[in-house]
């Protein structure tokens, strides 16, 4: 999960140790379309979070996967 935390901007959290296993509750901002914390699922404490003004700007995310 560690990966992932470079994926966006870390608006909160982004504390890790690796050799504890842990990483703090951490949420990501301005993540680039196709990044891996946008296309696996994370059970873990990472939430990327995705702005837009208008509900029609951004595709639903499993639109890429043939998902919808």
Excluded: N, W
């Excluded at 993540?31 to 595709?59: A, D, N, S, Y």
């Amino acid at each position: 999960l560690i990966r992932y935390l470079a994926d966006g901007k870390i608006l909160a959290g982004g504390r890790h140790d690796a050799d504890d296993l842990y990483i703090a509750p951490s949420i990501l901002t301005e993540i680039p379309p196709g990044c891996g914390v946008m296309q696996e699922e994370i059970f873990g404490p990472v939430l990327p979070v995705i702005g837009f003004t208008e509900i029609r700007q951004h595709p639903h995310p499993g639109s890429e996967r043939g998902m919808v």
